[in-house]
């Protein structure tokens, strides 16, 4: 069934959780063409950004991205309309119970030891967590199981429950993961070879090399993560039992 139909706006939020493969899933996003696709990444960033019809337009003056995407909301009554970014707050969806909350997740030890590589390569003075980081000189381990870090996936979605979510993706699973979205939304999707998922061009292989004894610390210390994740991934072991 195609749920994205002309006699509603079609709501999606997609939450994107940092390292999680999210810069490629926007580019996804914006290649079905929909109505407005509202990249939300906060007030200063310039990767924020609105496009309508895939047109890059710029909000009056005077009139924030974010106020701008929620005015056309309640304007419109019919098309597709998508927000994907960082910024996520949960009173997006109480205002919005008819939108569509999807999202990705990684594997929990692989996501923070990419966000750890991250923060290496790309200062980000006034983060918090880079600003911890980089003030205590932080191993990987101390990284990974610093409270400001623990448990950040589920964090981040504030509560939503796993049946609130009506599109996980796995970083792990990509193709299996589209292949769901495209039956969900009933869209086609050809990935670009100008795509990218953001690698970190220095990693050697198709994962980071965590030892077992920091592995069974970081997973001691992000249970809450692992939980969800193994939840999400049994999942599509259902859905496709070549997973």
């Known amino acids: 069934m195609n749920l994205i139909t002309d006699q509603c706006m079609e709501k999606i939020f997609s939450i994107h959780i940092p390292k999680t493969a999210g810069t490629f899933f926007g580019q996804i996003l914006q290649s079905i063409n929909p109505d407005i696709l509202f990249f939300n990444y906060g007030l200063e960033s310039p990767g924020t950004r609105i496009y309508i019809q895939n047109r890059l337009v710029e909000p009056p003056v005077g009139k924030s991205h974010q106020t701008f995407f929620f005015d056309y909301l309640k304007r419109k009554d019919k098309g597709v309309a998508i927000m994907h970014g960082h910024v996520w707050e949960k009173k997006f969806y109480i205002a919005n119970p008819d939108a ?12 923070l030891y990419s966000h750890y590589e991250f923060f290496k390569r790309q200062p980000h003075p006034g983060n918090e967590r880079y600003e911890n980081f980089k003030s205590r000189k932080q191993t990987f381990l101390e990284f990974a199981t610093d409270q400001l870090n623990v448990n950040r996936q589920t964090t981040i979605l504030d509560g939503i429950s796993k049946n609130e979510l009506f599109f996980v993706g796995i970083v792990e699973k990509v193709n299996p993961s589209l292949n769901l979205f495209q039956n ?16 970190n061009q220095n990693r050697n292989s198709e994962s980071y090399k965590i030892s077992k ?25 259902k859905i496709d039992k070549s997973i």
Request: hydrophobic share 30%; aromatic share 14%; with cysteine.
């Open 184 to 199: 969900i939304f009933n869209k086609d999707i050809s990935v670009n070879e100008t795509f990218s998922l953001n690698k």
């Open 213 to 237: 004894e920091d592995f069974s610390n970081i997973k001691e210390r992000n249970l809450l993560d692992y939980q969800h994740y193994h939840e999400i991934v049994r999942t599509y072991q």
């Open 100 to 111: 569509k909350l999807i999202c990705w997740l990684r594997e929990p030890a692989q996501r």
